[in-house]
């Protein structure tokens, strides 16, 4: 079985552009979630979706946004990028939501950095 | 939204030795509790997790213990090995998962 996949590797963008990342679940699962990862902060949880509806949502501004397809696979853009914004994106996916306690299984991430 | 505190941030010891992380949360009604592996430059792998409804659970080298009552819980790794080596995550899930700051183990050979 295929693993979670993300793409593009790695992006570089400058303040004020948008960025969009893309995470195709392993075949099956329904649930996806992103989290940013930086030195030191660990995996902040930004959203997740399951069955094209987010579920729960960390607290990150407005400026980042999510969707699911029906196919499960999802995409997350983040808007009007700031410095701080430079991380390490991870998908997972699951077989189920949150609520149900399935494992994640993290993809390779994407790195964006901003400048 | 549920809180996960994680201790230590690093932890090095020599080959051989055990290593123990401890992890706190906040939302009594947390009811997952996995543990995550990353290597430098890779994904987080799952290692272990335990449900609320055991005390404790052993895979090898590697236990888990939970305190409900205290709301903690705890990676024990025997025997370490240098390709060990690497930060531990671990989690509480209730809704979502949330995941602690992560620990750098280095086991020295």
């Known amino acids: 079985k295929a693993g979670v996949t993300q793409t593009p590797r790695y992006l570089i963008k400058t303040r004020g552009q948008q960025v969009t990342l893309s995470c195709s679940p392993i075949?099956?699962?329904?649930?996806v979630s992103w989290y940013q990862q930086t030195p030191g902060q660990g995996l902040q949880f930004l959203f997740e979706?399951?069955?094209?509806?987010?579920?729960n949502k960390g607290n990150f501004p407005g400026r980042f946004s999510g969707r699911q397809f029906s196919n499960s696979r999802s995409e997350m853009n983040v808007s009007t990028l700031e410095l701080g914004d430079s991380a390490l994106y991870l998908c997972?996916?699951?077989?189920?939501?949150?609520?149900?306690?399935?494992?994640?299984?993290f993809g390779n991430g994407t790195r964006l950095t901003v400048t | 939204g549920e809180n996960v505190e994680q201790h230590p941030s690093t932890l090095s010891v020599q080959e051989g030795d055990s290593a123990v992380i401890k992890c706190t949360y906040s939302d009594s009604a947390s009811n997952y509790f996995p543990w995550y592996k990353q290597e430098l430059g890779k994904r987080p792998q799952l290692i272990i997790d335990?449900?609320?409804?055991?005390g404790e659970k052993k895979d090898q080298r590697i236990a888990v213990t939970l305190n409900k009552t205290a709301k903690h819980f705890s990676l024990h790794i025997t025997e370490t090995q240098p390709e060990d080596s690497a930060v531990y995550f671990c989690a509480a899930s209730i809704n979502d998962m949330r995941f602690g700051a992560g620990t750098r183990l280095t086991v020295k050979p």
């Open positions: 979706y399951f069955s094209e509806t987010q579920r």
């Open positions: 335990i449900r609320s409804n055991v």
């Open positions: 997972a996916s699951s077989i189920s939501t949150g609520r149900d306690n399935s494992p994640l299984h």
């Open positions: 075949s099956g699962h329904r649930s």
